[in-house]
């Protein structure tokens, strides 16, 4: 079972075979070789012991050691499973002697670290009241430029979203004038940027179909 | 009482057909003869007149009534090489005739009379092949968006899938329908050749309003909200909305797209295998050629807001809200960063992506992690059509899912 479970990251079996192939290629301050011969000499690398002949196995065995791929979305995350699906108990089975072995105690594999945050996850705090609204109402609509969306959510302590969705339908002029301004600007792209720009958003729609 | 055995391609039951247009003009006996089919309507001597024939020897009909006949003569099919071929080609049952093989393979814009082209057959078949997809797609993934269902249903059973599976069984268009063309080509009459803009099908189903024709008057064009549960009661079993019948008089006297006509032949099959075999013969053909089809139900899906979807998801079943942990990342400064982002509820991961942004992967995530719910499938779905026949097994409840997120 521990001869399954892949290496830590730092000793795994690409990352020395790509230290050793950059110093065995780096010909930089070498000088000019005229054959190929050297370099192949020096490429013919020993294997990863993972894919050599097992000492602890007698007989031919399977080698499992598959390249790094992303998970199968047909394979539904326990979670996601009925309360009375089979595959929910296999899978608990499944995990829990990988945590034993993972660490010493069954207390520390509850405390396991988790992986960083992408963003710092907030809770929300609902602090502002109906005057508070009727204040950022009433600056957006006496000066729009000076009170923009953004400075009215650091003023009141809130998210742009919600800024918008409070203040919606009220500086339609300057939604008028920003999107002219930025009609200006597109109109001055040359065909390269725009084509990358193009590019870029059809390659931004993939993300939500593609997985 | 006693039960009928159908015999071997057996003719002799089916019904009557006969041209009563031509009797007045046609006195000779060899027409009648070659357009009746079976012996209840025959007078006794046209029953002996055929015994005289001998078997091998098919009946002589002269070319102009040939030609006169907008499809080929009924006795035509049982010397037809092509029809045989076919009918072994696709191991249809043995109880199926020769003659409706040959009948399912005359569009209703080559022949008009409904006693000898394939619109009564092809609509049975219609209905038996969304009845018999739907319930297949639906007990496989419970959980399926009624909009990725619609758009399954079209990819399984649509015309494009119907004329690609009439080509895959060898079955070849005639130039032009007619009385002395060979029965086994598909006969229909062709659009005259001006460009045709072919319909878009649903290939992305979008559940946003869209210009819709009126029932009434398909000349106005009227604008209205199409949602889904308005698509599953007026529209048809792809979520388009149905064709009128003064479309399809105006489609009769024109002529139809080879797709729509190879469309027609296939249900038309399926509905004759019904008749003629039963329910199980049905089933088992259906099985053999269309649930042996694969389709990639993943590629089916287009989300909005994702990440918004699977927090209102998570909040809905009762799961932590979910938050997006960076796996593995490398050259974060360069010009190819690469991150692995995977999206937890507590200590469940959801689903993982991989973008070159931040934004990029947390996204792809938040994808995968909203398709792997969708597409949860039981470990022993059971189609509620295997409980028909007399041996099945007890009918268990299948799991019906609360439906899809609405943000």
């Known amino acids: 079972m521990n001869s399954l479970l892949p290496a830590p990251a730092m000793n795994s079996a690409s990352s020395r075979f790509y230290k050793l192939c950059a110093t065995v290629l780096n010909t930089a301050s070498k000088r000019h070789q005229s054959t190929y011969r050297r370099t192949r000499k020096r490429l013919n690398i020993k294997p990863d012991p993972a894919f050599l002949p097992s000492k602890t196995e007698a007989h031919d065995h399977i080698i499992y050691n598959p390249p790094p791929s992303m998970p199968n979305i047909y394979h539904t995350p326990t979670i996601f499973l009925p309360k009375d699906d089979k595959r929910r108990l296999l899978q608990q089975q499944q995990s829990q002697p990988q945590l034993a072995a993972g660490t010493s105690t069954g207390v520390s594999s509850n405390k396991a670290k988790m992986p960083p945050p992408v963003r710092q996850p907030y809770t929300k705090k609902y602090h502002l009241k109906e005057g508070d609204l009727e204040e950022m109402r009433r600056l957006r609509t006496e000066d729009p430029d000076t009170w923009s969306a953004n400075k009215l959510a650091k003023k009141f302590d809130c998210s742009v979203l919600f800024v918008s969705i409070a203040t919606d339908g009220i500086a339609t002029r300057k939604k008028l004038q920003q999107e002219l301004v930025t009609e200006v600007v597109k109109s001055n792209w040359g065909t390269k940027r725009r084509l990358a720009r193009e590019d870029r958003a059809i390659r931004r729609e993939k993300w939500y179909s593609d997985a | 009482m006693k039960a009928v055995r159908l015999l071997r391609w057996s003719g ?58 907008p499809s080929p003569p009924i006795e035509a099919s049982r010397t ?42 092809s609509v049975l078949g219609n209905d038996l092949l969304a009845y018999y997809t739907s319930e297949y797609i639906i007990c496989q993934y419970p959980r399926l968006p009624l909009a990725v269902v619609f758009a399954a249903m079209y990819a399984y059973c649509g015309p494009k899938a119907l004329a690609t599976i009439t080509r895959e069984w060898g079955v070849q268009p005639a130039a032009a329908p007619g009385g002395e063309v060979d029965p086994g080509f598909l006969q229909f009459m062709r659009l005259p050749p001006e460009p045709q803009p072919e319909r878009l099908g649903p290939e992305l189903v979008s559940t946003q309003s869209a210009m819709v024709a009126s029932p009434n008057n398909p000349n106005i064009v009227e604008k209205r909200r199409r949602s889904i549960s308005n698509r599953t009661v007026y529209d048809d079993e ?99 960063p690469v991150f692995v982002v995977g999206v937890f509820s507590g200590k469940e991961k959801l689903g993982e992506g991989a973008g070159s942004s931040l934004d990029e992967a947390r996204t792809r995530a938040a994808v995968a992690a909203l398709k792997s719910w969708y597409l949860y499938s039981p470990l022993d779905w059971k189609l509620p059509s295997d409980t028909e026949e007399a041996n099945a097994k007890q009918w268990v409840p299948q799991m019906v899912d609360q439906g899809d997120v609405v943000v």
């Open chain 2, 12 to 69: 002799s039951v089916l019904s009557p057909r006969t041209r009563p247009e031509f009797f007045p003009i046609r006195q000779s006996i060899h027409l009648i003869q070659c357009r009746t089919q079976a012996t209840a309507a025959a007078t006794i001597d046209h029953i002996e007149e055929a015994s005289d024939l001998s078997p091998s020897q098919p009946a002589y009909i002269p070319e102009d009534v040939l030609t006169r006949l």
């Open chain 2, 80 to 121: 037809s090489a092509k029809l045989a071929a076919l009918h072994a080609r696709l191991s249809l049952p043995s109880r199926l005739p020769i003659e409706t093989l040959a009948r399912t393979l005359v569009d209703q814009t080559a022949d008009h009379n409904p006693k000898f082209n394939n619109s009564s057959f």
């Open chain 2, 238 to 336: 792809f979520g388009e909305p149905k064709s009128s019948g003064i479309e399809q008089s105006i489609d009769l006297s024109q002529g139809v797209t080879m797709e729509k006509a190879s469309a027609n032949f296939v249900r038309a099959v399926i509905g004759a295998v019904y008749l003629h075999a039963g329910r199980a013969a049905s089933k088992q053909f259906y099985k053999d050629h269309f649930m042996s089809r694969q389709l990639n139900m993943a590629s089916l899906f287009q989300f909005r807001t994702p990440t918004k979807d699977l927090s209102k998801l998570c909040a809905r079943e009762g799961f932590q809200p979910p938050i997006a942990r960076i796996l593995s990342e490398t050259g974060r400064l360069s010009r190819h």
